[in-house]
């Protein structure tokens, strides 16, 4: 693969700051490969991603954004530059229901996801062996309804010891503490069936088919403390009739759930996801 620096950028609009980043890249001798822009005039922000091939500016990722800091000062900007060599570590979270995990693992052996899965924690012991078969770690960690904090302290020791940058909640059916929430802010990506707040609780599709729902569809998002609330990153519909059974329902919505949630975590991997408030601005 080839190799690039990526520079994330959110700030307040104004004239001349794509002029002066881009002259700034060319005074490197950067190439720019791929540039992304937005300007959000209800809010007056302005956000913009570049990819610039690494070989062409001579210089290291550090030594770089050192050159930019005086640029971003001017700016007043929030602003990430990263090496696309520097892989990020995931840490997948599942229970039950396996076919969010499966699938990420599939697409992570494949190549299609850049970065390293470090390790499964689930609440259950099920998924051991698929795990396992991938030569990945696998940590069972049950939550006791009685003593939670305790769990899910074992729950952030392991996230801390595998040094994650992103966890991924694959269908895992625990809801994270507002500790544990505030503590991974913006790494944090979860998926669920897009009928909430209509149809809570156990086999919404199957409450979804009793009302007579047309359209099955997955919201990939980040958590946050407010639960199923977050910035939406990603989400996707499939069609239905009456002629579908309940089953036909469920089959659909874990079609839709892989897939909204894979587009989900490649974007965040590929930093084309820019967290504004409780939306979001992705460059896909």
């Known amino acids: ?80 530059l990263v090496d696309t060599q520097q892989r990020r ?50 940590h069972h960690v049950p939550v006791d309804p009685d003593n939670k904090q305790a769990s899910f302290a074992k729950v952030q020791a392991e996230i801390d010891s595998a040094r994650a940058d992103c966890v991924v909640l694959a269908r895992y059916m625990q809801i994270l503490p507002p500790e544990l929430c505030a503590r991974y802010a913006g790494r944090v990506i979860n998926i669920h ?15 979804a ?3 007579g729902v047309k359209l099955i569809g997955a919201t990939c998002h980040y958590v946050t403390e407010e639960l199923d609330a977050g910035p939406i990153i990603e989400q996707d519909i499939h069609r239905v009739s009456h002629c579908h059974t309940p089953t036909d329902l469920v089959r659909f919505g874990r079609d839709v759930e892989k897939a909204v949630l ?11 996801v820019l967290v504004h408030g409780n939306k979001t601005v992705v460059f896909s």
């Open 1 to 80: 693969m080839s190799h690039y620096y990526r520079l994330v950028v959110s700030c307040p609009d104004r004239v001349g700051i794509v002029a002066r980043v881009s002259s700034f890249i060319a005074q490197q001798g950067g190439s720019i490969t791929e540039a992304s822009q937005h300007s959000d005039l209800e809010t007056g922000c302005f956000f913009m991603r570049y990819e610039i091939l690494a070989d062409s500016v001579g210089m290291s990722v550090e030594a770089l954004r050192e050159a930019f800091a005086p640029v971003a000062s001017e700016f007043n900007m929030q602003w990430s």
């Open 89 to 138: 570590r995931v840490v997948l979270m599942v229970s039950r229901e396996s076919h969010c995990l499966v699938d990420l693992l599939y697409r992570w052996q494949a190549g299609e996801l850049d970065c390293d899965i470090v390790g499964v924690i689930s609440n259950h012991d099920d998924m051991r062996s698929l795990t396992e078969w991938y030569g990945i770690p696998y």
């Open 193 to 207: 069936h897009s009928f909430l707040p209509s149809f809570a609780g156990a086999k919404p599709y199957h409450q």
């Open 209 to 211: 088919y009793q009302r």
């Open 262 to 272: 894979a587009r989900g975590l490649r974007w965040h991997l590929e930093d084309r």
